[in-house]
């Protein structure tokens, strides 16, 4: 088993950054790839982010390219959310999930998630 646990939301303007964390522990090699999604109240959850622990491949939401940016801590086994420029339309709880091997946008490809945390941006 793998335990995901985020934190880093908050209350925030719109135009500001915000960073999101997520720690692994547990079975964490069974866990290459290391995801974040989001999910607006009444939306389907939805594909963000998503990294590798063993290189510097990420793949990107068209929604968040060129704002957000997805990385890791090996030694800490950690994986970061930075949240530039937010916009309303980008509030939603963020969760952190994992999986074997996909790097990619499909939920049920993911194996372990965490709890979420919330994220909202006034206008």
């Known amino acids: 088993q793998v335990q995901l646990v985020e934190s880093g939301g908050g209350l925030v303007q719109a135009g500001a950054s915000l960073r999101l964390s997520c720690a692994a522990s547990?079975?964490?090699?069974?866990?290459?790839?290391m995801g974040w999604f989001r999910q607006a109240p009444g939306k389907e959850r939805e594909f963000v982010a998503a990294?590798?622990?063993?290189?510097?491949?990420?793949y990107y939401a068209d929604s968040v390219k060129g704002r957000f940016i997805i990385s890791r801590d090996n030694a800490k086994n950690t994986v970061y959310l930075q949240m530039n420029s937010l916009k309303p339309e980008d509030t939603a709880v963020y969760y952190c999930?994992?999986?074997?091997?996909?790097?990619?946008?499909?939920?049920?490809?993911?194996?372990?998630w965490g709890q979420g945390t919330q994220v909202t941006v006034s206008s």
């Open positions: 990294t590798r622990w063993s290189s510097d491949t990420t």
């Open positions: 547990g079975r964490t090699f069974t866990s290459s790839v």
């Open positions: 999930a994992a999986n074997q091997g996909y790097l990619g946008p499909i939920r049920a490809a993911y194996d372990y």
